[in-house]
């Protein structure tokens, strides 16, 4: 079966300007995740749908960062503006459960903001 | 918030030796996975043990998990130079009126020398 996909791979932008990242999930996985890994930390949850309801979005910086997932497939994760400490790989994973199972990782996009 | 922490940071082994690496965690968990990172292919689910279980095999990997010392280990036997990876403990907990989730502590950073 196919993976998940993100896109685009890399991306560096300038602070203050804003961003947005892409994710496909597993086919028929109707939970998805974004996360945000700093380099040398491990992966931190920002936000958790169940099709296209948001179940978790406790550690999202709702001042800059949003979300969403309007058909229950696609999603996408933006941030306006970007700041120097947002510099990060941002993954996203689904899982055919809801809760504490297995995911799949799709292969991230990194970024940088200068 | 950081609920598992692996030890050691790092580790550099011979190929062909065992590699042990240790996760510690503060609150009860319902399971506990372990994943496997590095440049090739992402962030890959390895295992998965409940908390009701105390050891799990899957082909040179062997976990263990003592609930009442919040603790796991994960052994790899006969280590290859592909097993060059960061490795995440993953703790599965219960969160109040929400479903389950995954939590990842910042992981251990294993290196197989030739």
């Known amino acids: 079966e196919a993976g998940v996909a993100q896109s685009p791979r890399y991306k560096i932008i300038e602070k203050r300007q804003s961003v947005a990242f892409w994710c496909n999930p597993i086919s028929g996985h109707a939970t998805l995740y974004w996360y945000q890994q700093i380099l040398g930390q491990g992966p931190k949850l920002l936000i958790q749908f169940q099709n296209n309801g948001v179940v978790d979005d406790s550690q999202l910086p709702k001042d800059r960062f949003s979300a969403e997932r309007l058909k229950g497939v696609d999603s996408t994760l933006k941030i306006q503006p970007a700041k120097l400490e947002d510099s990060a790989v941002y993954l996203c994973a689904s899982s055919a459960r809801q809760g504490a199972y297995e995911q799949y990782f799709g292969p991230g996009t990194r970024l940088t903001v200068t | ?114």
């Open chain 2, 1 to 114: 918030s950081q609920q598992g922490e692996e030890d050691p940071q790092a580790l550099s082994i011979q190929e062909g030796e065992n590699a042990t690496m240790n996760c510690s965690y503060k609150t009860s968990i319902n399971n506990l996975q372990w994943y496997r990172q590095n440049s090739g292919r992402g962030l890959v689910h390895l295992i998965l043990i409940r908390s009701n279980e105390r050891e799990k095999h899957s082909g040179r990997l062997r976990v263990t998990l003592d609930t009442s010392k919040k603790s796991s280990s994960l052994l790899i036997t006969a280590s290859r130079a592909a097993d060059t990876a960061s490795y995440f403990c993953a703790t599965g907990v219960s969160i109040l009126n929400r479903d389950d989730k995954i939590i990842f502590g910042k992981g251990t950073r294993l290196h197989i020398l030739p």
